[in-house]
C-alpha cells in the first residue's frame, strides 16, 4: 500500500520575474495557528530580502512600521481566508495549507530546488451569499 501524504502549511517563493534560488522555504505542522504562521512567514521573508536596517526596523517596531505585511487571501464573496497568506510583491513569499504533501525521489526536475516535494492544493471553500 503506497504512503498517504500529510496535511501541512507549505511556504514557497512565487513570482515571474524574480530570481528564486528555491521554491519551497519551509514546512509547517498543519496545526500551527495562522497567526503564528504569519509571524513565521514574516520572518523568512524579511531575512531573505529585507537589508539589514529593514530587518532591525521589523525586529524593534513591526507593529509600528509600514512595510510589506501579510496580505490574508479572501474567499469569492470578500471575507478573509486564514488557511493561506503571503507577503512581498515580485518575489512572494506564500503560505498556505496543503494536502497530500509528501517526498519522492523520483520528481522530476521542474527548474526548481523543490527537494523532491510534491503536494496538493487545496481549493478555496465555497461561500453562498
Do not use: C
Amino acid at each position: 500500500m503506497a504512503r498517504k501524504g500529510q496535511k501541512a502549511w507549505l511556504l514557497t517563493w512565487e513570482g515571474v520575474h524574480a530570481e528564486l534560488p528555491r521554491k519551497v522555504e519551509l514546512v509547517l505542522d498543519s496545526r500551527l495557528s495562522p497567526e503564528r504562521v504569519a509571524f513565521i512567514t514574516e520572518l523568512l521573508y524579511w531575512r531573505e530580502i529585507g537589508s539589514w536596517p529593514e530587518r532591525l526596523q521589523w525586529a524593534r517596531q513591526r507593529h509600528k512600521w509600514n512595510p510589506p505585511m501579510i496580505q490574508w487571501g479572501q474567499l469569492n464573496s470578500g471575507i478573509r481566508y486564514s488557511g493561506q497568506m503571503y507577503i512581498g510583491m515580485n518575489p512572494w513569499l506564500y503560505a498556505r495549507v496543503v494536502e497530500e504533501l509528501q517526498f519522492s525521489r523520483d520528481e522530476v526536475d521542474d527548474g526548481f530546488d523543490d527537494g523532491g516535494l510534491s503536494w496538493v492544493e487545496i481549493p478555496l471553500p465555497e461561500v453562498n451569499t
